[in-house]
């Protein structure tokens, strides 16, 4: 199933962040949904963190039927690529993070794997340079 397909009902979860070393930092929610524009789908896809950082996503998608994905961000302007899978879909972007070394332009890899027709399993990787700076996983599962 294609992200646009699965993250258009709306949807929400918690999850745990990690720090550089893969220790608990804190928690977070998720949540979303999808909208049409014309031939677009737009996935809004929000997350706030225990301590009050909040992130907002406007993920735009052509609908397609390929195992390959692009998309934009309408927020940060940021382009990413990714694929469909046989468990899911992922998708890889550049995000402004904070990490040992001060805020950095970093690499985000992003994995959902479907766990049912209405649930996911999240996983995401921040890494600058190679190494991982940050990581969180979620669950998430249609709210309707």
């Known amino acids: 199933m294609r992200p646009e397909q699965f993250l258009f009902p709306p949807w ?23 909208r049409r524009e014309a031939d677009l789908v737009v996935i809004d896809f929000d997350t706030l963190l225990d301590v009050g950082v909040a992130n907002h996503f406007e993920w735009v998608f052509a609908p397609g039927d390929g195992l390959e994905l692009r998309f934009s961000d309408r927020v940060s302007g940021q382009e990413a690529t990714g694929q469909v899978t046989a468990e899911g879909f992922g998708w890889e972007w550049k995000l402004l993070h904070k990490t040992p070394l001060g805020l950095r332009r970093c690499q985000v890899s992003a994995r959902f794997e479907l766990t049912g027709p209405n649930s996911a399993v999240t996983s995401t990787t921040i890494s600058l340079w190679g190494v991982s700076v940050g990581s969180s996983s979620s669950h998430i599962r249609h709210t309707s």
């Open 12 to 34: 929400r979860g918690s999850g745990v962040y990690c720090d550089a070393f893969g220790l608990p930092a804190g928690k977070y929610q998720v949540w979303g949904q999808g």
